[in-house]
Every structure is written in structure tokens, then in C-alpha cells.
């Protein structure tokens, strides 16, 4: 969701009342609650055209929707049982329903980084490992960060070589996540892990941690390395886009996070970024850029990996590539 649809649904939600906002909120995920709150408050007030709009455009939304049945998996359930019996029905519906909440680690998603460290730390490396494959990239990248540097190279190592869950790898949490991973004996073997999740991950790191990384898992195997190498896409990395991806990234990114994410970018990356925009939006932006005081270099990571993470959020859309605009980058 851009920034635009973040500030609607913020209006949206503050104009419903306390108890349709938490009803709401009850069927979203962490992060899109966790948004949506940082959203909410900094919205203190809005003026009536705008609210009367979002309004008008969620009534309209809502009026083209229509519930086919009140429970959706007990209506498979009945029909595929009436039809193939209750034997050959059985195998089925896990296989269509398992699409809901099967991996038994959601609750983590809600935890702190450092918490989540504190609970898995002194698990077997390759648990951690299947652990960490179920969460978003940049919570399990903040999770290795709190876990010793050998037991993260460990770890990384193993997620690059993983292709599979087993579902009796999870049950040997300890009785803090046992009660998270009830119905674990359902669980399918899923396709999680391998060089792309290690190099997303990977990306999250930055600097001399990430080399530290590539540099351990490259003395194990050097053409695994390369192959997670070959996937990581970094901030620089933006001058590999074509430019329909380079403008088609602008119209995602606030002002104000690509002026202090392009503080840490050299002139040719900062020239890209010029040539994509009109002449007058690339001229305020180089005001803006030597105008601009001192920044954090914190600060200035912080904000490129929020751009990092709308480029990926693109490309998993399918709307840009990050080969770039070689002849090989689509097919």
C-alpha cells in the first residue's frame, strides 16, 4: 500500500469508531498494522472534502462486494465430502485449506526482533534456520542481528542450503513455541528457504556484517556464495533498473525518504535519479540535497532499505525487474 492508501485507510479507520477500527484490525498482519497505527497517529486532523471523499470511495468499494456463503472452508468442506466421501475429501481439503495459517509461528510475526532472539537462541541451528524462513526478511534479518555472529553465519548458511520444512523440525521448539505450533503434525513440507531467501535477508544487513557473512558461507562453498551474491540487489544496485522501473520507484517514494536515502548514494546514482524526473522536480531535489544538513548515517540506511524493500515489493508484483533493461530482462 503507498502512502496515498495508507493515509485513506487511516481516515477510514478513525472516521469508523473504536469498535469497527479493532474489527479491522483483528484480520490484518503485523506490519499492515503496525502502518496503518504509525499512520493514524500522525493524522490529527483532515478537512471535510477529503473525508467526505474517502468515504464516498469506501462506500462505492464496498457496494460492488458480495458474500457468496458466510464460511467459505466449512462450504468446500461440505461439498467435497457429499461428493468424494469423507476418506478421499479428507486429503483433499488439507491440501486446498492448508493456504490459511500453517506454519505455527504467525504469533512470532507480532514479537520484537530481540524476543524473538531471546526464544530461539539456544536452539538447534538448523530449527532457528527453519524458524526464520516463515518471517518477513527484515524481522528475520533484526533477529540474526541479536543472535552471536557465529551462530548467525551458522544459521545463514543453513537457510541458503534449505529446500524444504520437515513437520517434526518444528516440533522440537522448546514449550515456549509449542503452544504456537499446535496442529504441527498437518504441516506440509513447504518450498521456503534457499539462496533467494538468504540473499534477501542478506540485504538487510549492509556492510561489513554482510561480508562477514558471504565471506563464511564462501569458505563452505564458494559457488553457493556466488550464487546468493548474484541475487542480492543493494541500494546501489538501483542503477541496474531500466528507467520505466527508476520512475515507476519516484512515484512510490516520499520526498523527504529520497533525500536522505540519496545522501549515501555516489553522483552516478544520484544522476540516474535526476534524468527519470521532470526538470523542475530534479532541480528541487538538488537544491534540497545540498541544502540539507548533516544526516545520520543510521538515518540514511534506515531510509534506502525502506526504498529496498518497495523495489522488491515491486518486482514481486511483477511491474519492474531488477536485471535492469538488458535484452535478456524479460521473457
Known amino acids: 500500500m503507498n502512502e496515498q492508501g495508507l493515509a485513506d485507510a487511516a481516515i477510514l479507520l478513525m472516521a469508523l469508531g473504536e469498535d469497527a477500527a479493532a474489527e479491522v484490525f483483528r484480520h490484518l498482519a503485523p506490519k499492515e498494522v503496525q502502518k496503518l497505527g504509525e499512520t493514524m497517529s ?3 486532523t483532515t478537512s471535510r472534502e477529503r473525508l467526505q471523499a474517502v468515504l464516498g470511495r469506501f462506500q462505492a468499494d464496498a457496494g460492488d462486494l458480495r458474500t457468496l456463503v458466510a464460511d467459505t472452508d466449512e ?3 461440505a461439498v467435497l465430502r457429499r461428493a468424494l466421501g469423507d476418506d478421499k475429501a479428507g486429503l483433499l481439503i488439507e491440501r486446498i485449506l492448508q493456504g490459511g495459517d500453517v506454519s505455527g509461528i504467525e504469533s512470532l510475526k507480532w514479537m520484537d526482533p530481540q524476543s524473538v532472539a531471546e526464544l530461539i537462541r539456544n536452539e538447534h541451528p538448523q530449527i532457528i534456520a527453519s524458524i526464520l524462513v516463515h518471517l518477513e526478511r527484515d524481522q528475520a534479518s533484526a533477529v540474526l542481528a541479536h543472535l552471536s555472529e557465529r551462530l548467525c553465519h551458522d544459521v545463514m548458511l543453513r537457510i541458503a542450503t534449505l529446500d524444504g520444512i520437515q513437520p517434526n523440525a518444528l516440533r522440537e521448539l522448546n514449550d515456549v513455541l509449542t503452544k504456537v505450533l499446535a496442529g504441527g503434525e498437518k504441516l506440509k513440507r513447504k518450498k521456503l528457504g ?3 531467501a538468504a540473499a534477501e535477508i542478506l540485504n538487510f544487513f ?3 556484517n554482510e561480508t562477514a557473512v558471504l565471506d563464511t558461507i564462501r569458505e563452505h562453498d564458494a559457488d553457493l556464495a556466488q550464487r546468493i551474491a548474484d541475487q542480492m540487489f543493494t541500494f546501489e544496485d538501483l542503477n541496474r533498473l531500466d528507467d520505466r522501473a527508476v520512475q515507476l520507484l519516484l512515484r512510490e517514494v516520499p520526498g523527504e525518504s529520497l533525500i536522505v536515502a540519496l545522501r549515501g548514494a555516489d553522483n552516478e546514482l544520484r544522476e540516474r535519479v535526476f534524468r527519470n524526473m521532470s526538470q523542475r522536480a530534479a532541480e ?13 548515517l543510521s538515518e540514511v540506511e534506515a531510509e534506502q532499505k525502506e526504498i529496498l524493500k518497495t523495489v522488491r515489493r515491486l518486482a514481486d508484483e511483477g511491474l519492474i525487474a531488477l536485471g535492469g533493461g538488458g535484452d535478456d530482462a524479460y521473457v
Do not use: A, C, M
Open 194 to 196: 534457499g539462496t533467494k
Open 206 to 208: 549492509g556492510g561489513s
Open 284 to 296: 528541487t531535489l538538488r537544491e534540497d540535497l545540498e541544502s540539507k544538513g548533516p544526516v545520520r
Open 75 to 77: 462450504y468446500i468442506r
Open 42 to 44: 500522525r493524522t490529527r
